[in-house]
Nanobody, 125 residues
Framework: QVQLVESGGGLVQAGGSLRLSCAAS????????MGWFRQAPGKEREFVAT????????YYADSVKGRFTISRDNAKNTVYLQMNSLKPEDTAVYYC??????????????????WGKGTLVTVSS
């Protein structure tokens, strides 16, 4: 069993920054890719970013490329999402998820074996 707990969400003005964290426990964290997804009100959950098991390979959705950075600290069993230049359309619940592979480009929802409960990010205009 894997537990994922997100933190760092909140209310921020457009153009601002937030850093999300996801603490993992329950299995060997460092051998699996980790991802961030988000779900805006009335929309389906979508892929945001993924980082390989070793932290050296990342991949982003086009909508966040150049503004968001995913990283991980395997010594702390934590994955991060640094979000800069936030826009109102980034408003969503952000979810951390654990993959079953060491890396997968643009994973689908069904590729992720474990999910956190999410943290709300609200960007005001």
């Amino acid at each position: 069993q894997v537990q994922l707990v997100e933190s760092g969400g909140g209310l921020v003005q457009a153009g601002g920054s937030l850093r999300l964290s996801c603490a993992a426990s329950g299995r060997t964290f460092s051998i699996y890719a980790m991802g961030w997804f988000r779900q805006a009100p009335g929309k389906e959950r979508e892929f945001v970013a993924t980082v390989s098991a070793g932290g050296t390979i990342t991949y982003y959705a086009d909508s966040v490329k150049g503004r968001f950075t995913i990283s991980r600290d395997n010594a702390k069993n934590t994955v991060y999402l640094q979000m800069n230049s936030l826009k109102p359309e980034d408003t969503a619940v952000y979810y951390c998820a654990a993959d079953s592979l060491a890396f997968r480009r643009a994973p689908a929802l069904e590729d992720m074996g474990y999910w956190g409960k999410g943290t709300l990010v609200t960007v005001s205009s």
